[in-house]
């Protein structure tokens, strides 16, 4: 899973990783696939935490940008990505 390193850095290192593949996603006209949750180690942001994609974000408003997708909860993002 590639988001599975970004959990040992801050929520913010998270959010500047997840911008660059958004706009990339938009540069390359694909699918913006998201993970499932956002999770943070222990030593960040008060704590190890995992926390649903679309309760921290509004991905209705990310989708006006670039197409998005959440991936399921084993972070395999299924088919039909384009």
């Known amino acids: 899973v590639p988001y599975r ?3 040992r850095m801050g929520l913010n ?3 500047s ?3 660059c593949a958004m706009n990339e996603a938009a540069a390359l006209g ?3 696939v998201l993970p499932a ?3 943070t180690a222990a030593g960040h942001n008060r704590g ?3 926390i649903p994609f679309d309760e921290l974000f509004d991905v209705a408003l990310l989708s006006s940008f670039v197409p998005v997708r959440l991936a399921n909860a084993t ?3 299924g088919s039909g990505v384009t």
Request: aromatic share 4%; glycine share 10%; charged share 20%.
């Open 48 to 50: 190890g935490a995992c």
């Open 37 to 39: 949750e956002i999770c």
């Open 75 to 77: 972070g395999d993002p």
């Open 17 to 19: 990783s997840l911008s």
């Open 30 to 32: 694909r699918s913006f």
């Open 13 to 15: 290192h998270q959010m």
């Open 5 to 7: 390193s970004d959990a």
